[in-house]
């Protein structure tokens, strides 16, 4: 089983989660947000969805996003975009897709965690095999995306690490 997390925005990622019973968990791969002079590259996006497709079971988790005060009109118009595009390839796929919002996995995973750059943190603790993956600065939207999919593995499995 796969589960896959995804951070919809331009510097978000879509994180995939190998879930096998009594195995530890382990992130497979990580992918930045693909994007084409600064625009979602549609056609990238569908193609990494469609890799783990076919292959085995898989169940994506997306966050729930929405617009917040104080953002510009502009940059939520085009996170807006790019959260309908990934709900629209998910949906081509036939594979369930699970909605979470930002504080829920947040709390459930990143409890007492107040900062940005708690995620990579966090991740580091979780899957000290993916720290090459979120070692960055800006792979901030990376560790959010594997958070992300490690709420729905726990929520789908009831297990932890």
Same mark, same amino acid.
């Given at each position: 089983?796969?589960?896959?997390?995804? !951070?919809?925005?331009? /510097?978000?990622? +879509?994180?995939?989660?190998? $879930?096998?019973?009594?195995?530890?968990?382990?992130?497979?791969?990580?992918? !930045?947000?693909?994007?084409?002079?600064? @625009?979602?590259? =549609?056609?990238?996006?569908? #193609? +990494?969805?469609? @890799?783990?497709?076919?292959?085995?079971?898989? $169940?994506?988790?997306?966050?729930?996003? $929405?617009?917040?005060?104080?953002?510009?009109? %502009?940059?939520?118009?085009?996170?807006?975009?790019?959260?309908? =595009?990934?709900?629209?390839?998910? %949906?081509?796929?036939?594979?369930?897709?699970?909605?979470?919002?930002?504080?829920?996995? &947040?709390?459930?995973?990143?409890?007492?965690?107040?900062?940005?750059?708690?995620? #990579?943190?966090?991740?580091?603790? +979780?899957?000290?095999?993916?720290? !090459? +993956?979120?070692?960055? &600065?800006? !792979? /901030?939207?990376?560790?959010?995306?594997?958070?992300?999919?490690?709420?729905? #593995? #726990?929520?789908?499995?009831? /297990?932890?690490?």
């Amino acid at each position: 089983m796969l589960v896959i997390g995804i !951070d919809p925005g331009k /510097t978000g990622a +879509l994180a995939v989660i190998k $879930h096998e019973p009594k195995e530890v968990p382990m992130v497979y791969a990580v992918y !930045d947000t693909p994007l084409f002079d600064g @625009n979602y590259d =549609i056609f990238e996006m569908y #193609r +990494l969805v469609s @890799n783990f497709i076919g292959l085995t079971t898989a $169940h994506f988790i997306i966050e729930k996003v $929405h617009s917040m005060p104080g953002q510009g009109v %502009a940059s939520m118009f085009n996170f807006g975009m790019g959260y309908g =595009i990934w709900q629209g390839i998910i %949906a081509s796929t036939g594979c369930p897709l699970t909605y979470v919002a930002p504080q829920t996995w &947040k709390k459930a995973l990143m409890e007492g965690m107040k900062e940005k750059d708690d995620a #990579r943190l966090r991740v580091k603790e +979780l899957f000290p095999k993916a720290c !090459d +993956l979120v070692y960055r &600065k800006k !792979d /901030t939207g990376r560790a959010d995306a594997i958070l992300i999919a490690e709420y729905g #593995r #726990r929520q789908l499995y009831g /297990t932890q690490i």
